[in-house]
DNA sequence: ATGCCTGCAAAGCTTTTGCAGATGC
DNA sequence: GCATCTGCAAAAGCTTTGCAGGCAT
């Protein structure tokens, strides 16, 4: 239930919040740029402002709600932390992201990291590349 | 040698480009912004925009002399390509930037690729912690 | 009632672009 | 000589911020 996500993270809950976090709970691109999640809430007749948008993303950011992504193209890409850690795999074609986990990059990392004399804190893999689906409306034939 | 590169690249030698070049081969920091490599073309007493110092990189990002990197924080970083891939992992504190490769992530990759049905074209792993090294400016004690 | 929010418009940053003059070949 | 290149200034994205009014509690 969002109203609670809201309120532990030390926010009111308001229209735009709780609007916003549906935006994010029910897209069906989980990976949105603030201007698709303005742009989704027009769609809805939602009127919130673009400015209201990257605050509110930028709070749950903070507050460990949303995870921010930074992908080719200079726009951040925001995404519902649905807890467990992920990476990903996007298609340089028609945009898509796919998720993945591989437990042994994951701990050859902290190794890395460790042999670098790194407390390592985070991480971003992004593997970039041309998906071969079927639906792929760029598709390389 | 310089001039060869940039020739091969289809581009005329003129003295900003193989400014550039020079302080990217010759920079201690081997990651640099454009606005790096534009203060460290100043203090050289070599004037030459800003507005040349990324067109120029650009060029030779698209003819492969350079790689251009997409790490926290916006800017994009630029680094010379001297072959051999390579992940980066940072220090949050100091920005220091350090090169590690390791196999096993990188057969990982394409596993991963192969799996989702993508063809990998690149990939972008960045680790991020804090680097516990003597020298380190704002090393956490 | 009060303090936190929102919207708008303006500003900030990084990066790109148009154009006139300069330069490499 | 001619095409390409550079510098400047302006513009173009994306994102943040100041301020006056609005809303949740």
Redesign the interface.
């Given at each position: 239930m969002q109203d609670t996500d809201i309120k532990k993270a030390g926010l009111k809950v308001t229209l735009p919040r709780v609007k916003i976090l549906q935006v994010l709970e029910q897209g069906d691109a989980h990976h949105m740029t603030a201007e698709d999640v303005y742009k989704t809430l027009l769609d809805r007749n939602d009127e919130i402002g673009l400015a209201t948008v990257y605050r509110v993303l930028t709070q749950f950011v903070d507050a460990g709600l949303v995870e921010r992504h930074?992908?080719?193209g200079?726009q951040a890409i925001f995404e519902l932390n649905r807890g467990g850690h992920h990476d990903h795999?996007v298609?340089?074609q028609c945009g898509r992201v796919?998720e993945?986990v591989?437990e042994?990059?994951e701990r050859?990392?902290h190794a890395?990291?460790e042999?670098?004399?790194?407390?390592?804190?985070?991480?971003?893999?992004?593997?970039?590349?041309?998906?071969?689906?079927q639906d792929c409306p760029h598709r390389l034939d």
């Open positions: 930074h992908f080719e200079g795999i298609c340089r796919e993945f591989d042994t990059i050859h990392q890395i990291a042999k670098h004399g790194f407390e390592i804190e985070d991480h971003s893999l992004i593997i970039y590349g041309n998906c071969i689906k």
